[in-house]
Each structure stands twice: as C-alpha cells, then as structure tokens.
C-alpha cells in the first residue's frame, strides 16, 4: 500500500519541479536582421535637436517609482533594433515591460548595439538628451527596484533643431 501512494507522490514532485525549471529559464532569440553599424553611424554626430521628457513607472503591486534612481538610453533605430524591440515589447512604437514576466537574451548581441547615449532621470523623473542628430530613435527607461519594476520604450523621429517632449509612463 505505501509503494501505491508513494509512486504518484513522486511523479506530483517531479512535474513539480520540471514545470518551476520551465518558467524560470531566460528565453533566447535569434534577431534574423543583423546589425549594420554603418546604417546607425549619424547617431555618434552632433546636431541641433533634443529630447525631453519624463519617466513614471507603476509595478503589478501599484508602486509607482520615479526619480534620480533610474536611467534612460537613447538608441538609435535600425532593422535589428527594431526587431529586437519587437519582440521585447510587443511593438516597435512604444510599450511597457515588467521584469518579473522576463526579458528575453538575443543572439546576436552585437557590440555596437549597446552603444547608447545614457542619462540618468533628475529628482522628479525628467531627463534631457541634447544637441542630436536628426534621425530616427527609440527612447528606453529602466525604472528597476527591488527585482521588480521594468522598462518602457518609444519610438521618437526627430528633425534638425527639432525639440520634442515626451512622457514614459506604463499607467
């Protein structure tokens, strides 16, 4: 009789743990497009533009964080960023992301794909990117605390000496 309970209860315990191991695995996606460093080479000039905004992030629990904490990228768009993108956020326009439903790992990972420009929110969620190129840009804020919090994304054109503002919020 015990041997009877004991084989179901092992089976329940081992599914278990191949069901946990399933969903804690990062996945990892093949980016079809490759990355052209000469097609993003205007993104390392100088120009008259800028991007101003602020950043808001609410997590599942209904924090909302802003502040000097949390930093921003400015990438420069191109075929592979759009993709990867994509397949982040679910579109190539704008969109949110909570690290506890996690981020995939690419491959490629190419170098010249994390070269960004970096800026760091002030006290109140702003930020500025100044003296840009025209050209056409995705803008990513890492509102990250606590291992919860995530990202948010949006796609920005610039013209020359255009100032756009825009506001990163997931609420």
């Known amino acids: 009789m015990k041997f009877k309970l004991l084989l179901p209860l092992l089976a329940i315990v081992l599914l278990s743990c191949t069901e946990t191991k399933k969903t804690s695995e990062t996945p990892t996606i093949t ?12 993104f390392k000039t100088k120009g008259g533009g800028s991007i101003k905004g602020v950043a808001k992030f609410k997590s599942k629990s209904g924090e909302l964080r802003f502040g000097e904490e949390f930093g921003i990228e400015l990438m420069p768009n191109c075929l592979y960023t759009e993709e990867r993108l994509n397949h982040i956020y679910g579109n190539k326009n704008a969109g949110f992301v909570h690290v506890q439903d996690g981020i995939p790992k690419f491959t490629p990972d190419p170098e010249g794909y994390h070269e960004t420009i970096k800026t760091m929110c002030n006290e109140d969620g702003t930020f500025a990117f100044e003296n ?5 840009y995705y803008v990513i804020a890492f509102m990250l605390w606590d291992e919860i919090g995530g990202g948010i994304m949006q796609h920005v054109v610039l013209s020359d000496h255009e100032s756009k503002e825009i506001e990163m919020t997931n609420f």
């Open 31 to 42: 980016v079809t497009n490759p990355f052209d460093p000469a097609a993003v080479s205007w």
């Open 132 to 136: 840009l190129p025209a050209g056409d």
